[in-house]
């Protein structure tokens, strides 16, 4: 191969290099920027989940609470429930030793309704309900103490029955209330679930999110290492085909140099042989050899010839 198509292959290949190095300087350039962007979504996000942490400890202590003090305030409704059936035991004693008309009948229909009352309440006090049962046989209680209520009209009533009617009244309005409270409580604790649970998969959402920006974060770290590693290659790669080309045209130059003395030489020795008289560069061309003239040239330095 010629030393030109040396030359314009080596060219070629310095022009390669120097187009593969620009693309890979922009892509290195946007890699930096997508790692900058990355490393801030990343910190958003984990700012974000902290915050959402935050709030969901929030409402998880709130709602435990809450469901405390529901707890306790059902346990009340079953005491006063259980205060309630020994009053009414009481009354039931005083109103079976009074005499009245049709008084079996009577007795018998309160104590048909009383017995009823009694298993309800029994159940509210021993079983273990869940708070919507338990609700259910309050007011199932609440409408089968109205029809006693009734029947309590039918009877003679004296101070100690009207005493025992008035607590055992105070005892039902105490439960009412205690139902109400606890009927709200409970509409409380289904919203604090409610957003528990959305703050929850909120929480999941934002992790998930956090994990992909991880990965993207990973794989453009592990690109930009790979394209910092092929610029270094590469930049040597040029280093040396810019060496390479140096080389090639200094050998070219001195091929060059050299046909010329071949030449002049041959003029002077044709010259000599003619018998003419020889200026001193041409007795110097014809009794030195190429190396020797570019060695003197290089001892003289740059600039001195001429």
């Known amino acids: 191969m010629s030393l030109d198509s040396t030359e314009e292959a080596l060219l070629r290949k310095i022009e390669e290099t120097r187009s593969r190095l620009a ?3 922009f892509e290195k350039d946007r890699l930096i920027d997508t790692i900058r962007d990355l490393k801030s979504s990343i910190a958003s996000a984990k700012s974000r989940i902290r915050d959402l942490k935050n709030e969901y400890n929030a409402i998880r202590s709130t709602l435990r609470s809450v469901i405390e003090e529901r707890r306790k305030l059902v346990e009340e409704r079953r005491n006063l429930v259980a205060e309630l059936r020994k009053k009414r035991e009481k009354l039931y004693d005083i109103l079976s ?6 008084g079996s009948r009577l007795r018998s229909t309160i104590g048909t309704l009383k017995s009823r009352i009694e298993r309800l309440e029994w159940r509210i006090i021993t079983e273990s309900l869940s708070l919507e049962e338990e609700n259910r046989l309050v007011r199932e209680i609440a409408k089968l103490e109205a029809e006693l209520e009734k029947m309590y009209e039918n009877v003679k009533k004296s101070n100690e029955v009207i005493e025992l009617r008035a607590e055992i009244a105070s005892t039902k309005i105490g439960i009412g209330d205690l139902g109400r409270k606890i009927e709200q409580l409970t509409q409380e604790v289904a919203n604090l679930s ?3 649970q959305s703050v929850r998969s909120e929480i999941d959402k934002n992790r998930k999110n956090l994990e992909e920006l991880v990965s993207s974060l990973n794989s453009s770290v ?3 290492l790979q394209v910092k590693e092929e610029l270094k290659t590469l930049s040597e790669a ?10 090639l045209r200094t050998a070219r130059s001195q091929q060059k140099a050299l046909e010329v003395f071949s030449r002049k030489k041959r003029e002077v020795e044709e010259k000599a042989r003619r018998s003419r008289r020889l200026n001193f560069i041409e007795a110097q061309i014809l009794y030195s050899s190429y190396e020797d003239i570019v060695e003197e040239e290089n001892e003289k330095g740059p600039g001195s010839s001429g």
Do not use: A, P, Q
């Not at 030793?97 to 049709?102: A, G, L, Q, S």
């Not at 040029?238 to 080389?247: Q, V």
């Open 238 to 247: 040029l280093r040396e085909s810019y060496e390479e080309l140096r080389k």
């Open 23 to 25: 693309e890979l300087k």
């Open 97 to 102: 030793k009074i005499d009245v008309r049709d």
């Open 194 to 196: 409610s957003r528990e």
């Open 222 to 224: 592990g690109r930009l």
